[in-house]
């Protein structure tokens, strides 16, 4: 049985913050697992990020325990991949959906183990992809030796990518989960209170 597993396209945000507004457990759980799981991704993967999508087998034995804190192996080769565990599109285009999941799973729990997962996942992208006059889309996620900058940056990585980077290691309440909400392109709006 093969998954492929978009983990930043699922609308992570949404279910942690709906189920804080409703106060249901049920619904934080489930967008702190599919968070937890982009950060195993991110560590996963010899360079540190993580590709734009991943194919998961069940001979990853990690996976099926969603043990997602602990990545299957930091001995990655060319011919020794961690089992079960490949990049389909091995690119990284410098999205903001991970680093957003983590940054509104810090603000909601207050766990500060998340702004060291955002940091380890800053300084990953931050070694790939840096140029002389910005960040660079990069390949081969999976092996750092074939890794090449792509030549383009996304107007993502500077209007939502990096304020997410910003916003996790500011104070908590600057730009606060409780006065404010963040549409799809990161910008923040005053949430309105009844009268």
């Known amino acids: 049985m093969r998954v492929?597993?978009?983990?930043?396209?699922v609308n992570q945000t949404d279910i942690r913050t709906g189920g804080r507004l409703i106060e249901n457990a049920t619904y934080v759980d489930i967008g702190r697992k599919l968070t937890d799981g982009c950060i195993w991704a991110y560590n996963s993967f010899p360079s540190g990020i993580m590709p734009e999508d991943l194919r998961v087998t069940d001979a990853c034995p990690t996976?099926?325990?969603?043990d997602w804190?602990?990545?299957t192996s930091t001995d990655w080769n060319k011919?020794?991949?961690?089992?079960?565990?490949?990049?389909?599109?091995?690119?990284?285009?410098?999205?903001?959906?991970?680093?957003?999941?983590?940054?509104v799973l810090y603000r909601i729990?207050?766990?500060?183990?998340?702004?060291?997962?955002?940091?380890?996942m800053f300084n990953a992208i931050m070694n790939s992809t840096s140029t002389e006059y910005?960040?660079?889309?990069?390949?081969?996620?999976?092996?750092?030796?074939?890794?090449?900058?792509?030549?383009?940056m996304e107007s993502f990585w500077l209007a939502e990518t990096l304020k997410y980077f910003y916003l996790i290691f500011s104070p908590p309440d600057f730009i606060s989960l409780d006065e404010y909400v963040f549409n799809t392109e990161?910008?923040?709006?005053?949430?309105?209170?009844?009268?």
């Open 4 to 9: 492929l597993v978009y983990l930043h396209e």
């Open 63 to 66: 996976f099926k325990k969603c």
């Open 69 to 71: 804190k602990t990545p």
């Open 79 to 103: 011919y020794d991949p961690v089992p079960g565990v490949k990049a389909g599109n091995s690119d990284y285009l410098l999205r903001p959906e991970a680093i957003e999941s983590v940054f």
């Open 109 to 120: 729990t207050g766990n500060e183990e998340y702004r060291e997962d955002a940091w380890r």
């Open 134 to 152: 910005g960040n660079s889309a990069v390949t081969h996620v999976d092996f750092p030796n074939e890794m090449q900058k792509r030549n383009s």
């Open 186 to 195: 990161a910008h923040p709006f005053r949430l309105t209170r009844p009268a």
